[in-house]
């Protein structure tokens, strides 16, 4: 699997023997998204390639798009499963607590963390 939107997608997809598939934004993907709407609750698209899917993820940033579209790819044409079951689990992934983690306190603004790697406690 490569990511085609990837700045060295051509030099890797020339040194790779056997099977390839390729994910992204790119109208050339494989597995690629289509109209992709971003929000602070998450990510809506559809993913053409294998099976159409569409659907909210309660990812947020354009990586969450490729990491969905990766681990779609990965899970259909490596382990064979239904697209909608693949697109049920990705929307059930609450995300990498520090990874682009919205913060809601009932703010009336979006606050987001992005690799938090340590914690400090208070008190």
């Avoid at 809506?44 to 681990?71: E, I, M, Q, R, Y």
Wanted: charged share 15%; with cysteine.
């Amino acid at each position: 699997m490569l990511n085609r939107d990837d700045s060295s997608y051509e030099y890797l997809s020339q040194h790779i023997s056997g099977p390839q598939i390729s994910y992204g934004l790119e109208a050339t993907a494989d597995i690629r998204a289509q109209a992709v709407e971003y929000s602070p609750q998450g990510l809506h698209f559809k993913a053409v390639g294998d099976g159409f899917v569409s659907g909210h993820k309660p990812l947020v940033g354009t990586f969450n798009v490729s990491n969905c579209l990766a681990a779609l790819a990965a899970a259909s044409r490596g382990l064979g499963l239904d697209a909608e079951a693949i697109a049920d689990g990705i929307a059930a992934m609450p995300g990498i607590p520090g990874r682009m983690e919205r913060v809601d306190l009932g703010q009336p603004f979006t606050a987001i963390v992005d690799f938090a790697h340590t914690q400090t406690h208070c008190g």
